[in-house]
């Protein structure tokens, strides 16, 4: 079992690091299709990630074959490989936490890291000179 924990733990630390490097295109993505996470977060589609990771680290395809058999159920497969979480907390806060919808004290966070207030130029901020 021990071999399944530390793939797995590779397989999410991938996964994080392509979320990460695809950030913003992924999240105009989750704007129009997600899936809710346990936490209340949310995360892409369970297709999208198998395609992800398995793209990432080849030897996970040996493995779902008879992942696929035994249970075909894709949200299934995201839960047995560790991936059902929301990838934007935890590379917001380190762990997994809310999510912007579930955010108190009525404080507004931009989407996007680079979005420039309303009273600044245009887009793209960095030609407001």
């Known amino acids: 079992m021990a071999f399944f924990e530390n793939f797995t733990s590779v397989i999410r630390d991938k996964w994080l690091d392509y979320f990460r490097a695809n950030r913003t295109w992924l999240e105009v993505q989750m704007a129009t299709t997600s899936v809710r996470t346990p936490e209340g977060g949310r995360r892409p589609s ?5 395609g992800v990771v398995n793209a990432l680290e080849p030897k996970l395809s040996n493995l779902m074959v008879p992942f696929y058999q035994l249970n075909s159920d894709e949200d299934a497969l995201i839960d047995v490989l560790g991936l059902n979480f929301d990838p934007e907390a935890v590379l917001d806060n380190g762990e997994v936490g809310k999510t912007i919808e579930a955010s108190s004290e009525g404080e507004t966070t931009p989407l996007l890291e680079s979005e420039a207030p309303a009273t600044q130029g245009g887009w793209p901020p960095e030609m407001d000179d």
Request: proline share 0%; no cysteine.
């Open 46 to 50: 369970s297709f999208l990630i198998l």
